[in-house]
């Protein structure tokens, strides 16, 4: 983990829709993690996970969202809000 004031996030409508994507970036070697949706990012309509992705990355991420077919809510910056002592993440 970089030390970022931000990263960027892909947010979903289902638990299922986060967890095949993962799997899809984890096997194409996408880093991604596992993270709970920033609260300012769900409003109201998200499942609570989303997949955190560092700054470093951010245009293999939207090349990637361009070139396949698995459903998203929204690809988005925010600021780095967790404290890394504390909260781990997959």
Do not use: Q, W
Not at 5 to 25: K, R, S, V
Not at 30 to 38: D, E, L, R, V, Y
């Amino acid at each position: 983990m970089d030390n970022s004031e931000f990263h960027y996030y892909i947010t979903f409508d289902t638990y299922e829709e986060a967890m095949a994507m993962h799997d899809d970036l984890d096997k194409s070697l996408i880093n991604n993690k596992i993270s709970p949706a920033p609260l300012d990012l769900v409003e109201g309509v998200c499942c609570g996970v989303s997949l955190m992705i560092e700054p470093e990355d951010k245009e293999k991420i939207e090349k990637y969202l361009n070139e396949t077919s698995f459903k998203y809510l929204r690809f988005v910056k925010a600021e780095r809000t967790f404290k890394p002592k504390r909260d781990r993440y997959c």
